[in-house]
């Protein structure tokens, strides 16, 4: 495989000592935007971007972080790198899982993301498992190799299908992922509507309130999504309902799995604005 170029630029209270602290460490994000999937062996509708605007927020906050967009965005960003037989051949420990915050922007369906160029022979990525590795690799982000990421952004449709989370998306050790129920429209300006609420507000109320609106005249809802990940109930809660990208330490979560091995015991909770799961498969 060849390098990759770095470039610059879809419940009971509980105790928030742990997360109410002001970042007081440099904060780092990785971004794959795909806009572009006409002719490059992934077929699709092409997009409109929705993440230079977040990115540039991020770097004026003090984050520190890479943008990659279209044939620069591949699939093995976020595939797990600790070994390749069983994850697909993965460069999460370089990429997506060295990073604090995640966001992939593009398509997506029930627990997997879509990429715009085939890399290797892969279009997507599962966030539970694949039956064939040649075509579709894995993700395992916040464990094994990298074990950095804390927050995952899925700017896609379908995701975090509720139904799906068991099977797919809580394999990822994360404290917390933000994505969509069902079909999502977004624009550029509100994943950085969502950053910038979060002067005020945790990631939970941010996410639903700028991402519950699809943009346009007459275009319905969007049925946005947080899950929120502990050690014990009560972390999960106070996670979801006090972690912010703006206002908290994005420490990664402790204690995942080794390699090529199941997620140890752990406790969720999410919040969800249900307008509809059409057109998830």
């Not at 780092?28 to 572009?36: E, H, L, R, V």
């Not at 099977?167 to 129920?181: I, S």
Request: hydrophobic share 35%; aromatic share 10%; with cysteine.
């Amino acid at each position: 495989m060849s390098g990759k170029i770095l470039l610059s630029s879809c419940c009971v209270a509980a105790s928030v000592s742990a997360l109410l602290v002001h970042t007081a460490q440099a904060q780092s994000f990785y971004i794959d935007s795909m806009t572009d999937w006409t002719g490059n062996g992934c077929e699709a509708e092409d997009l409109d971007e929705s993440t230079s605007l977040l990115a540039l927020d991020l770097k004026d906050e003090g984050w520190t972080g890479s943008r990659f967009v279209n044939q620069s965005a591949w699939p093995q960003d976020i595939m797990e790198s600790c070994n390749g037989a069983a994850y697909g051949g993965g460069m999460d420990a370089s990429f997506g899982d060295a990073a604090n915050l995640v966001v992939i922007d593009g398509h997506g369906n029930t627990g997997f993301l879509a990429f715009g160029y085939k890399r290797d022979g892969k279009c997507t990525v599962d966030l539970g498992s694949s039956t064939n590795l040649s075509t579709k690799g894995v993700a395992r982000l916040g464990e094994m190799g990298g074990a950095r990421a804390s927050v995952a952004m899925w700017l896609t449709c379908c995701t975090l299908k509720r139904e799906s989370l068991a099977a797919h998306a809580n394999n990822q050790w994360l404290r917390q992922q933000l994505g969509f129920h069902g079909e999502a429209m977004i624009d550029k300006d509100m994943p950085d509507e969502f950053f910038e609420d979060n002067y005020a507000e945790s990631n939970k109320d941010a996410w639903l309130d700028s991402m519950e609106d699809a943009p346009g005249w007459f275009t319905g809802d969007n049925s946005a999504m947080v899950v929120s990940y502990g050690h014990t109930s009560a972390e999960a809660t106070d996670t979801h309902n006090n972690l912010a990208l703006r206002r908290n330490v994005q420490f990664p979560r402790p204690d995942g799995a080794a390699c090529k091995a199941g997620p140890p015991r752990f406790y969720y909770t999410l919040t969800y604005l249900d307008h509809g799961s059409d057109g998830c498969d």
